[in-house]
Nanobody, 119 residues
Framework: VQLVESGGGAVQAGGSLRLSCTAS????????MGWYRQAPGEQRDFVAT???????NYAESVEGRFTISRDNAKNTVSLQMNSLKPEDTAVYYC??????????????WGQGTLVTVSS
């Protein structure tokens, strides 16, 4: 299975972008969907996650500006990013955590989409 991200691009500070991530095939038993980002020369950092019962968790740096949502029927997770800042510039990755019938957990990651915010 592959995750395909879309929606990245260049925007000025204060602008908005919406990222989406969809699985190449149906995945059952997805527990968590999330977004992470990696700025040039930095490690990959957590941005936001959403559980299968809708609980969300955000990094302090994006709280109040970003909103994560999921569509279980479409195996899709989205990230609405508002009030973007230059420090939000990074490659954004989506990730799904799911389990099989034996409750063995797996993780699958997208290839990343670049978000560039200019001042």
């Amino acid at each position: 299975v592959q995750l395909v991200e879309s929606g990245g691009g260049a925007v000025q500070a204060g602008g908005s972008l919406r990222l989406s991530c969809t699985a190449s095939r149906t995945i059952f038993n997805i527990r968590d969907m999330g977004w992470y980002r990696q700025a040039p020369g930095e490690q990959r950092d957590f941005v936001a996650t959403i559980s299968n019962d809708g609980r969300t968790n955000y990094a302090e740096s994006v709280e109040g500006r970003f909103t994560i949502s999921r569509d279980n029927a479409k195996n899709t997770v989205s990230l609405q990013m508002n009030s973007l800042k230059p420090e939000d510039t990074a490659v954004y990755y989506c990730a799904f955590r799911y389990h099989d019938s034996y409750i063995k957990y797996f993780e699958v990651w997208g290839q990343g989409t670049l978000v560039t915010v200019s001042s």
